[in-house]
């Protein structure tokens, strides 16, 4: 399929985000305003600007709508001004935030980025808030709940599995076992899966780790660095291990293929180009069934959205004039 026939196919899909939903603080500071605290003498930060976005899962759902995907998120919010700014994120892209769960007591998973308004670039220590205990049962209950509600009403699902710390994020064990039963009991869903520490736990669905990502994983399951060995050990239909810039080396049935990609000269901003990887590659397996189209869907992707500031999208416009 060419990339018009992609798009086309794409328009309307329907796709749900499950994971850790976060907003990103993008806070202009000027350094000039750095005068001293009175009661501290502490330089202080002084912000000047601030512009808000759905950031880790978000970021996913963000290219997803882009692409021209019905898209819909599936984590939790806490009861505080962040969280009504990440409501307000996603309601202005379009996205449906109607199966995010209240966390009341629980922080909005945030990343505040402090950009020098000389230079533009982040230059100061990033701001996070984050949750590092177990979630309440109650609560993980409701999220799993939830997603097994809801999961029939979708053509695709990403779980994006962002977590840094082995607690506090919305893909838990019992998260990963209703994963598992709804790709068993809905095989025509595509289920895409792309977790940062993880990867090992999840059963009989898509698995994209960047390569670091595979071979620790690999490493955990198995000892060794085998990926047909770790596929096999996951039942999953596929395993994509992105390689950057370099291409994507795809896992399956019928062996180990590489896809390479185009190198792009002088990226601007590489953060994000794996969630923009996964909203494109998603969308064009569920389209056109042909894993290597994917994946050089979704590199091409990422080849626009690295050219931009933050972790920008890329429009059909821009994709239709790539080809």
């Known amino acids: 399929m060419t990339t018009a026939e992609i798009l086309q196919a794409i328009a309307g899909m329907r796709v749900l985000v499950v994971g850790d939903v976060c907003l990103d603080r993008w806070c202009t500071y000027d350094p000039a305003l ?20 759905p950031g ?13 995907a019905k898209v819909s998120v599936l984590g939790m919010v806490g009861d505080d001004g962040f969280g009504y700014e990440l409501r307000q994120a996603l309601q202005k892209r379009g996205i449906a935030s109607d199966l995010l769960v209240p966390a009341p007591g629980i922080p909005t998973f945030t990343y505040t980025k402090l950009l020098n308004r000389e230079t533009g670039e982040e230059d100061v220590p990033r701001v996070d808030f984050l949750y590092t205990k177990d979630l309440p049962a109650d609560l993980d209950g409701k999220l799993v709940e ?23 994020g919305v893909v838990t064990p019992g998260m990963r076992k209703a994963i598992e039963r709804v790709a068993a009991a809905h095989p025509e869903i595509l289920i895409w899966v792309d977790s940062r520490m993880r990867s090992e736990h999840f059963r009989g669905v898509v698995v994209k780790p960047n390569q670091q990502e595979a ?42 293929r590489w896809v390479a990609t185009k190198t792009v000269e002088h990226p601007v901003d590489i953060c994000g180009a794996g969630d923009s990887f996964s909203a494109g590659a998603a969308l064009s397996l569920r389209a056109t069934g042909d894993a290597a189209a994917a994946a050089r869907f979704g590199n091409q992707v990422a080849s626009i959205t690295i050219m931009k500031k933050g972790t920008g999208t890329a429009s059909p416009a821009e994709l239709l004039a790539k080809e």
Request: charged share 20%; hydrophobic share 45%; net charge negative.
């Open 34 to 53: 750095a005068e001293a605290s009175r009661e501290t003498g502490i330089p202080r930060i002084g912000v000047i600007s601030t512009e808000v976005t």
């Open 56 to 68: 880790a899962a978000g970021t996913v759902a963000n290219n997803l709508a882009a692409l021209g």
């Open 146 to 168: 939830r997603f097994e509600g809801a999961a029939a009403g979708f053509q695709v699902i990403i779980v994006s599995d962002q977590a840094e710390t082995e607690l506090g």
């Open 215 to 256: 071979e620790a994983a690999s490493i955990r399951a198995l000892g060794r660095v085998d990926y047909p060995e770790f596929r096999r050990r996951l039942c999953a239909p596929l395993l994509v291990v992105t390689h950057g810039g370099d291409g994507a080396l795809l896992v399956d049935d019928a062996g180990e």
